[in-house]
């Protein structure tokens, strides 16, 4: 005898019940995640929030020839795109317009001020050695720094404004013009090595730490005293460095321009607006790009606040272990190097030992955002072209919010065109129907208030498109389904094999058409820019939501309702009507009586 077969393990579908608990359940969690983030709104973007529109002139820079061209304009917008969204801006849309314009939309409630500064500068960064300096004012004096405890906020100000002028805490040094003093000494940031410091080790910019009573002049700091001009410094150079304007902003502003465009081989002269001197420098020693990874940071010492940490490529770890050896055995103020910034001086710290390994560290002044905006700028490197802002446009929700008013009214409508059809034609089954279109909806409007600060999905006008589109793929779906349901039936069989037998092959029908949807969104996002991106995430995520919604709910929800009463007997109001569905009993051939078969002999 055969062994008999065993019984089939039940699967997750043959128990209805369960499986719609845990789709339950999950809902909730996401539902619970959404409330505790505490974002329980999508974001939304600047066509519907409103925000600033900014738009960049690209040019050659001198010296370049045909330096405009797309492939330079499209890895612009690359880097000004993660630049900007580095700094936690939701959906900034950064794209080209025409030829040589890039059009920046930052989004209202993000920090714009910020998100501006990074947009369009270059952040060239490059270590040049000190050949000489001189103060920058007038008659020869250099005007005090504020005290350290304010220093750091009055620096970072100058710095955004290319060079504004500080507020002076103290009175003017009456020291004689080049004179070592502690009021001359610069407040300003220094590099350092990046390797774990001790206790011990002096603070590297000449400032101390908050609360210790160490003058900033002490002879623990490195900070650079006033430097005197060099006598062995090409003649020209000097009397560049001599007629130097660093005075007001605008000609600090025109320095560093000046100072930017030069070449890597060649001598500059640029204000250093931290310690309010300026120097002559020399040929780069080490270019900015050598810097692998820059990011913010606590000062693990507890001494600076915020730091820049720089980790160097393995010949840009050479280079600069190279110069600071050589810097270190020369007297001042030759013993000094600058970090030039896009032409302007960010610090010129002197040297006292050689800085090998590959780490250093920026500090000084630094409070957490001017921090990170340094670290963001120097890592995602420079552009390579030079751009002019040339408009800055408030965008006001007004218009936005019109349209979506006006989106949302059409969605609404149409909404109600499809749930008047399944009323209509489906009857009981359309509350099945409906019930799975709430749950899409909601699942749709959790992940995306989810998704807006995890991945900075923004909210836009296509983006509404897209889930307004996905209310027919997910009605699709339902009605291919019941359909099957429905055929079966018509076939002569009972509800719940019917449902059983039908859902097989509407499986196989949705996942065909529920992939040729997916499969357009995906390429609609990956060669579209803009907003229309936010349309085809849109309808890639729903059309996903389709398929979790259709299977973990739909169908257990119709096991269901296939073992009651009204729907298993056929109620007129059920769907499963016989009469409406022409369900015909099988028909039967009538057998005709036979007769006997007799005996010829008897016949």
């Known amino acids: 005898m055969a062994a008999p077969k065993k019984g089939r393990k039940p699967s997750a579908q043959g128990r209805p019940g369960r499986t719609l608990v845990l789709t339950l359940i999950a809902m909730v969690a996401l539902t619970g995640g959404m409330f505790l983030s505490g974002h329980t709104t999508p974001r939304l973007g600047i066509d519907l929030a409103g925000g600033t529109s900014i738009t960049l002139k690209a040019k050659n820079e001198p010296g370049q020839k045909n330096a405009v061209n797309k492939t330079n304009m499209e890895t612009a917008v690359g880097i000004i795109e993660r630049r900007v969204n580095g700094l936690g801006v939701s959906e900034a849309e950064v794209q080209t317009q025409g030829n040589d314009n890039i059009i920046v939309n930052i989004p209202k409630g993000t920090d714009e001020e910020s998100a501006r500064e990074q947009v369009g500068t270059t952040a060239k960064l490059a270590f040049r050695p000190v050949l000489a300096g001189m103060p920058a004012v007038a008659g020869g004096e250099a005007t005090p720094k504020p005290s350290p405890s304010t220093s750091g906020e009055k620096a970072e100000g100058d710095k955004k404004d290319k060079g504004a002028k500080a507020e002076p805490s103290g009175s003017t040094s009456a020291d004689p013009p080049g004179s070592p003093s502690p009021s001359a000494t610069t407040q300003g940031r220094a590099v350092t090595s ?136 020369k ?67 007004a ?144 059309t996903l939501l389709d398929v979790f919604v259709v299977f973990f709910f739909t169908k257990p929800l119709l096991t269901l309702a296939a073992r009651s009463k009204f729907f298993s007997d056929g109620h007129p109001w059920s769907g499963f009507d016989p009469k409406r569905l022409g369900v015909k009993p099988p028909v039967r051939r009538s057998r005709r009586p036979v007769a006997p078969l007799t005996d010829p002999k008897e016949a």
């Open 194 to 329: 990046g390797l774990a410091a001790q206790d011990e080790t002096p603070a590297p910019n000449g400032s101390t730490n908050p609360g210790s009573s160490a003058p900033s002049g002490s002879p623990s700091a490195v900070a650079p005293e006033a430097p005197a001009a060099a006598p062995g410094i090409p003649a020209d150079l000097q009397k560049k460095l001599e007629a130097l304007d660093c005075s007001t902003a605008p000609a600090r502003a025109d320095a560093g321009s000046k100072a930017g465009v030069a070449k890597n081989g060649e001598s500059i002269v640029s204000c250093d607006p931290e310690s309010q001197f300026k120097y002559a420098l020399g040929p780069v020693a080490v270019e900015g790009k050598r810097i692998k990874e820059a990011s913010a940071a606590i000062d693990p010492r507890g001494v600076e606040g915020w730091i820049v940490q720089m980790t160097f490529d393995g010949k840009g770890a050479d280079q600069f272990g190279d110069i600071t050896g050589q810097l270190a055995a």
């Open 399 to 542: 218009l936005g919010g019109e349209q979506l008013e006006a989106g949302l009214i059409a969605g609404a409508i149409g909404l109600a065109l499809v749930v008047i059809y399944l009323v209509v034609y489906y009857r009981g089954l359309a509350l099945i129907a409906i019930a799975s279109l709430l749950l899409s909806a909601a699942l749709t409007y959790v992940l995306m208030s989810l998704l807006g600060p995890a991945i900075g999905f923004a909210l836009n006008l296509p983006a509404v498109c897209g889930a307004i589109v996905a209310i027919g793929i997910t009605a699709d779906s339902f009605i291919v389904f019941f359909e099957r349901v429905r055929d079966e039936v018509r076939e002569g069989r009972t509800l719940r094999p019917a449902v059983q037998r039908g859902w097989p092959r509407a499986r196989r029908t949705i996942l065909v058409s529920d992939f040729v949807s997916f499969l357009a969104a995906a390429v609609l996002f990956v060669v579209t820019v803009g907003k229309v991106q936010g349309f085809a995430f849109t309808l890639g995520l729903t």
């Open 331 to 397: 007297p001042a103020p030759e013993n000094q190097f600058a970090i030039v910034l896009d032409g302007e001086i960010v610090s010129a710290p002197s040297v006292s030992t050689a800085i090998s390994g590959g780490n250093a560290q920026i500090s000084g002044g630094f409070n957490q955002k001017s921090a990170e905006a340094l670290g963001n700028m120097l890592s995602y490197g420079a552009l390579p072209l030079t751009f002019e802002e040339q408009s800055v446009t408030t965008v006001t929700a």
